[in-house]
C-alpha cells in the first residue's frame, strides 16, 4: 500500500492518494469529516481554522461507497486565501524558511511555507481515518491524548477505554485534572504572545501478533513509525513504548507467563513491537512536538534582502497545535499499520482478508513443520 499528500496551503485545495487498497470496504465519508473537524479544533488553534469548513470530496476510488480497488483521492478544499500580501524576507527561527530558501533559492519565503504548513496535514487525516476504518472492520482500534503541553504533564492513559472521554476535552487530554491547566498553560502563553510544544501518545489495540518483519531494515514496524511520524509538522522526537529507560533490564524487560495455555505479559514497555515485529501487545508510540515558529512577539533574525538585522514579522499561526499534532499522529499510525497489515494478509477483496486475518493465530512449537523441514 501507498499513500501520498499534495496541495498548497493556500492553493484551491490539498489532496490525499492511497493506493493499493483493498476491494469492498464500505466507506463512512461522515467519519472522515468528523476526523477533520477534531483535527480543525483543538484549544490553541489560530484564526486560520475559523475560517476553513474541511469536509471530505472523494474524487476517485469509491463505488457505491465501496472502495474498487482502484487509488482512492480525497480533496480538502481551502476556504481561507494566504494572509501574505507582500514579498517576505526574513526568515523565522524554526520554521523552513531559511533553510528551504538555500536549497530552492526562490527569493520569497512566503513559497516555503505552502508546503512547509502543517495545512497538508489534513488530507492526511482523511486519508488516514479511512485506514482507521478499514482496520476497525479487523477489530484493530487506534486513539490518541495529549499528555503535555508546555510545563502541564500527565501520565499517559493505561488503554483504550478512554477514548470517549478524550472528546470532552478541548485539548485531546484523557486526564480532567491535567487539561484543565493546560487550557491555562495555553491562555498565558497566547497574553504573551508566545507559543507551546509538547506531547502525545497514540495507542494501536488489536494489532495480530507477528505483524512486520525483519526481512529488510525498512519493513520493521518501529523503523517505518519513525520514518513517518517524524514527517508530522514540529514533531521532533519519538519513543515506542516505556521512555524510561534508568530502569535496568529485569525491571524494563516484559516478563512472560503463561494463562489457560495462552502467553501472557506482565507490562507492555516494549509497547508493542519487539525486533520490528507486533508481540501482540497495545502498539503505544509517544511523540514529541516543539513549540510553533511564528509568534506575535517575535524573535531576532535577519532581513536576506539587505543583511540587516531585526525582529520576525508575525505570520499567523496557532498558539498550540499539540492537540491537531495527536489526531495528525493517530491517523499516521493507521495508515502503516494497515500497510503492514495488508502486506502480511494480502491486499485482494476485503472479505479474504478479513478472513485470513481471523484464522491467524500463534503457531504451536511442535507443529510438524520443524520436523519436516529440519528446522
Known sequence: MKFTVAGDS??????????????????????????????QKGYGRGQRMKGEEDRAIV?????????????????????????????????RPGHSDYAAWTRYKLNDLAIYAERSSARWTAALTAIGSVA?????????????????IGKVSCERPTGTEWISRDRGSPVF???????????????????????????????ADGIPAGTGGYGSLYERLDSRIGKHFMAIPSVKGIFIGNPDVSLRGGEY??????????????????????????????????ASVKPIPSLRRGISSVDLSDL????????????TAVP????????????LLLDAILERFGNGDFCTIKRRVKDESIPHWNDGFGEEHDR
Not at 489532496?15 to 483535527?39: A, C, H, N, T
Not at 480533496?75 to 481561507?80: A, L, P, R, S, T
Not at 482507521?132 to 503535555?148: D, F, K, N, R, W
Open 10 to 39: 493556500h492553493g484551491s485545495g490539498v489532496f490525499g492518494v492511497i493506493e493499493e487498497l483493498p476491494s469492498g470496504v464500505s466507506l463512512s465519508i461522515e467519519k472522515i469529516d468528523r476526523q477533520l473537524q477534531r483535527r
Open 59 to 91: 474524487k476517485s476510488g469509491l463505488w457505491k461507497d465501496l472502495t474498487t480497488g482502484a487509488p482512492l483521492l480525497i480533496e480538502i478544499e481551502n476556504k481561507v486565501s494566504s494572509a501574505e500580501k507582500s514579498v517576505r524576507s526574513i526568515p
Open 132 to 148: 482507521s476504518q478499514i482496520l476497525q472492520e479487523l477489530g484493530i482500534s487506534l486513539c490518541s491524548s495529549v499528555i503535555a
Open 173 to 203: 487530554c484523557h486526564d480532567e485534572i491535567a487539561y484543565r491547566e493546560m487550557l491555562k498553560e495555553i491562555d498565558t502563553a497566547s497574553e504573551l504572545g508566545e507559543t507551546l510544544g509538547g506531547k502525545f501518545v497514540v495507542i
Open 253 to 286: 524487560h516484559d516478563k512472560l507467563y503463561i494463562k489457560d495455555g495462552i502467553v501472557f505479559r506482565q507490562s507492555n514497555n516494549a509497547g508493542g513491537i519487539e525486533g520490528g515485529i507486533s508481540n501482540g501487545e497495545r502498539i503505544v508510540v509517544e
Open 308 to 319: 540587516n538585522e531585526t525582529k520576525t514579522p508575525y505570520v499567523r499561526s496557532d498558539t
Open 324 to 335: 491537531a499534532a495527536a489526531v495528525v499522529g493517530e491517523s499516521m499510525l493507521a495508515l
